[in-house]
T-cell receptor
């Protein structure tokens, strides 16, 4: 079955880079997604990557994909206090659904 | 464009009572999802509609949960009778095309309806 694993917590200092890691199990996932959830809010799509790519950059965000190891990472450059949130990676085990990890809570220390 | 709208935002009920959540997806979005997010976990799919038909309800506890999307736009999720373990955030989401996220079809989420069962 599907399983998406993330570390639960990450703390970084403001201005440093954050790297959030994720491992997934479904090799048929064509797209892999990163969502952000701020306190009391829904999920906001940050970025996604197509499985035949190994890197995607979007402003301060860089997604790295190692398909052989089924490892996905999200790097946030110049992390700001507004980046404090829970970050979810999600695989797409079938045509219809997103399967989420447990989320990584990022705390940015001023 | 307006996002996915959900109501109520917060609800507290006693166990064995019933509750209903409403969702209005982004205009023109054919696919609508309901997810359950228990505190400390990622969201899990309960049910998916395409227009007014059910695509996947395999994870919906049908003895107590029901959902409908009668005219292919708004949707209602009902829980009756509620149990303590139903305390969670119920997230509605929608996407434009009929293809799923495995085709790069982005899913947009509402802010959620927070349910506490006491």
């Amino acid at each position: 079955g599907e399983d998406v694993e993330q570390s639960l917590f990450l703390s970084v200092r403001e201005g440093d880079s954050s790297v959030i890691n994720c491992t997934y199990t479904d090799s048929s996932s064509t797209y892999l997604y990163w969502y952000k959830q701020e306190p009391g809010a829904g999920l906001q799509l940050l970025t996604y990557i197509f499985s035949n790519m190994d890197m995607k950059q979007d402003q301060r965000l860089t997604v790295l994909l190692n398909k052989k190891d089924k490892h996905l990472s999200l790097r946030i450059a110049d992390t700001q206090t507004g980046d404090s949130a829970i970050y979810f990676c999600a695989e797409t085990p079938g045509a219809n659904n997103l399967f989420f990890g447990t989320g990584t809570r990022l705390t940015v220390i001023p | 464009e307006a996002g996915v709208a959900q109501s109520p935002r917060y609800k507290i009920i006693e166990k064995r009572q019933s509750v209903a959540f409403w969702c209005n997806p982004i205009s023109g979005h054919a696919t609508l999802y309901w997810y359950q997010q228990i505190l400390g976990q990622g969201p899990k799919l309960l049910i998916q509609f395409q227009n007014n038909g059910v695509v996947d309800d395999s994870q919906l506890p049908k003895d107590r949960f029901s959902a409908e999307r009668l005219k292919g736009v708004d949707s209602t999720l009902k829980i009756q009778p509620a149990k303590l373990e139903d305390s969670a955030v119920y997230l509605c989401a929608s996407s434009y095309r009929l293809q799923g996220p495995n085709s790069g079809n982005t899913i947009y989420f509402g802010e959620g309806s927070w349910l506490t069962v006491v």
